[in-house]
């Protein structure tokens, strides 16, 4: 159970911030947890909210790699919540089950192509060493350019930090969503 209630109800909110509410109803078709527990706080939810709106819907990366991303941020950070939606969404993006469990047991990359090795140590680099060894560096650049790199980055990030917010707030998936290995 979260550590915070849910603010579902519009009117809840004061006036000036109502409009939050709002664009989280227009860009995730409801609101709903993590955003209405988050907007206990509704400015940082709404940043939160924006931020993630441009990684989702509007970034200019493959689908399978943000996937591939977010999946590895949410297993290095052990956030159930976002491992639950998007391992879901997985199969969706191109992602089979056995990219999942490579990614959900932390196994090593060999015999992987490079297509779905690269984003995955990227994530584990910057999210494990806390750097990006100049080679792996070199090879994101030269697939996603300039451009792509930072938003890989971006990305990683932002689901580092939504997984602290998840993680702290005790946010969890619904009992029958899938489970972290």
């Not at 790699?65 to 998007?86: G, M, P, Q």
């Not at 196994?107 to 779905?116: F, M």
């Not at 689901?159 to 917010?165: F, K, Q």
Request: net charge negative.
């Amino acid at each position: 159970m979260p550590r915070l209630p849910e603010v579902t109800d519009r009117n809840a909110l004061p006036e000036d911030k109502r409009e939050i509410h709002d664009y989280l109803a227009k860009t995730r078709g409801a609101v709903r947890p993590p955003f209405s527990i988050i907007l206990n706080n509704p400015e940082l939810c709404y940043r939160v909210a924006h931020v993630g709106s441009f990684i989702r819907f509007e970034g200019s990366l493959p689908a399978k790699v943000r996937e591939l991303a977010v999946l590895t941020a949410a297993r290095e950070f052990d956030v159930s919540f976002e491992w639950a939606a998007h391992a879901r969404m997985a199969g969706e993006n191109g992602i089979g089950q056995d990219l999942i469990d490579v990614i959900g047991h932390k196994r090593p990359l060999r015999g992987l192509s490079t297509d779905d090795a690269l984003p995955i140590e990227f994530a584990r680099q910057v999210l494990r060493e806390h750097r990006i060894a100049d080679d792996l560096f070199a090879e994101a650049h030269k697939r996603y350019g300039n451009a792509g790199v930072v938003e890989l980055l971006g990305t990683v990030g932002y689901y580092a930090m939504l997984g602290c917010l998840l993680n702290g707030l005790e946010i969890e998936p619904p009992p029958d969503a899938i489970k972290l290995p």
